[in-house]
């Protein structure tokens, strides 16, 4: 079993949480709270620079000249055609200017900060990629649902849309690979320590839902 | 006057040796020897995942959101659209494997690699921004002869074009502005450390045109 497949299983019950967490399920029926929904935004409009950065990081970090173009590449597209999601979205709920700017951080969104700046700091390609594995892989597990009838609510379809589709797959399956490649040479305290980031980000993935939903 | 402005005057005997090198007359002309043009493409390519990583490393290291999506989307194209440039003129010249993957480097190859992972390593915005800036400045400089005749040479013309035209200059312009801002708020040991990564690739540049016409 690969290392990915190894810290997904030993974190299920949070993953699990996560994916199948209450925030999702009404994301999919269309029945957020709306005052959920646009804590959760604001709150992730937090980390959208932090996440660019550390993908930055990534590229910096690759070990490789073919998967650092493939991280690139990444990054080119999040900071170009993705990158306006977030103002249109704080736009459609008209949030206030200093809910944009400053808003009012929840542990979760701390939490977050704290990781993607100590995985960017560090330099080292295994704690990136552990980072944005769980960021993305867990989002492509509650937003791939083939057989579900997609919501009527325009943003919470493109937020699904968004993190669906063979393209962000084949993403996910890139991070996947590397992140095995990347950690398969580590000795076991290296590995731990990597381990250690993976979950913790599941438990921010987990919290974060939470959040939104105790918002309301 | 700007410091990106003082340092180019500081260092102009050297930037307009490089700019005015016979390697670029003779590109513009259609005349570079291939051997010296065929070694010349051979050694860039042997930074161009070095720049690329640098790059990232740039994004990583900004200070500012706005900053670090230009800088995010222009890696974005250096990884996409301009990525197979390199495959392309390698082929044309029908160089073989052992000079794409691993060839002799010549000395200004080595000083670039060594200066580009300074600036990587380091995480500072300020230093990777000297060694963007002087790259992409100085080929700017070459490159923008609006008067001239374009060469007939396909090859020739393309890496011209790829170092001149609005986004190129816009681009130019982004570093210039990002690096006064950045080495505005440095005291002098720092501002000098900068300026000494500045002179440091003017003079790369130069040794880096010497070496091609040198491989004749």
Known sequence: MSFSARLREHNASTWDAAVG????TELWLGTVDPAALQAYFVQDNQFFDAFVAMLGATVAGADRPGPRIALARQLGLLAGPENDFFARVLDAFDVPLPDRSDPELVPATRGFLDLMHHART???YATCLAVLLVAEWLYLDWADRPDAEP???AIALEWIDLHRGPAFA???QFLRTEFDRATAALDDPEQERVAAVFA???TLELEFFDAA???V
């Open 151 to 153: 919501p009527a609510d």
């Open 170 to 172: 084949a993403w996910v």
């Open 213 to 215: 939903c105790a918002a």
């Open 21 to 24: 967490h209450r925030f999702v």
């Open 122 to 124: 560090s330099g080292d």
């Open 200 to 202: 913790r980000a599941v």
